[in-house]
Antibody, heavy 122, light 106 residues
Framework: QVQLQESGPGLVKPSETLSLTCTVS??????????WSWIRQPPGKGLEWIGY???????NSNPSVESRLTMSVDTSKNHFSLRLTSVTAADTAMYYC??????????????WGQGTMVTVSS | DIQMTQSPSSLSASVGDRVTITCRAS??????LNWYQQKPGKAPKLLIY???TLKSGVPSRFSGSGSGTDFTLTISSLQLEDFATYSC????????FGQGTKVEVK
């Protein structure tokens, strides 16, 4: 059973860089049928897709954060990572990593990590 | 960007009630629509994908329908464990979520 676990600082200062890692267990980030994704949820608000990375390093991201976003995958450590630069209070959210698969015509987030809260504040 | 609008934002219901949640897309998304359930302090869980296909293990009291711009999630007989927030998500063009519908105890 694939499981995902986010890790990273819970507090980031404005204008600095937010860095998170998602460790995959019970499966492999090298799985060619999976896309490793990041999704966030500001307090009391809806979910926002941030982006995904494939095992080969191909990425796709939300235009709203694209210019500030870097994603990477480390097959030796079986994890993938997110870096978001120049953060502001608007980036305060629960950050989830999730697996994106394509079981039918549409793709779906079928497995999620438990989430990690990141607050942007000085 | 495709916007997803859910209605209502919240509803109060009792165990055994039939509950219907609507999701409307700002443009046609064919049947590229998924539904998730989220309980307080927990990550979302996939319930239904491709408009009407139940994820394995999801109770049959959940069903989904629709196409184009209008979609529905129905719970035929609400159970205690179904009180949660439900979100729709489109994958026709990029990926966007609705704002969520909270199902509360009446």
């Amino acid at each position: 059973q694939v499981q995902l676990q986010e890790s990273g600082p819970g507090l980031v200062k404005p204008s600095e860089t937010l860095s998170l890692t998602c460790t995959v267990s019970g499966g492999s980030v090298s799985d060619g049928s999976s896309y490793w994704s990041w999704i966030r949820q500001p307090p009391g608000k809806g979910l926002e897709w941030i982006g995904y990375i494939s095992n080969s390093g191909r990425t796709n991201s939300n235009p709203s954060v694209e210019s500030r976003l870097t994603m990477s995958v480390d097959t030796s450590k079986n994890h993938f990572s997110l870096r978001l630069t120049s953060v502001t209070a608007a980036d305060t959210a629960m950050y989830y990593c999730a697996r994106l698969i394509v079981p039918a015509d549409c793709d779906v987030f079928d497995i999620w990590g438990q989430g990690t809260m990141v607050t942007v504040s000085s | 960007d495709i916007q997803m609008t859910q209605s209502p934002s919240s509803l109060s219901a009792s165990v055994g009630d039939r509950v219907t949640i609507t999701c409307r897309a700002s443009q046609s998304i064919s049947t590229y629509l998924n539904w998730y359930q989220q309980k307080p302090g927990k990550a979302p869980k996939l319930l239904i994908y491709d408009t009407s296909t139940l994820k394995s293990g999801v109770p049959s009291r959940f069903s989904g329908s629709g196409s184009g711009t209008d979609f529905t999630l129905t719970i035929s007989s609400l159970q205690l464990e179904d009180f949660a927030t439900y979100s729709c998500q489109q994958s026709f063009s990029s990926r966007t979520f609705g704002q969520g519908t909270k199902v509360e105890v009446k």
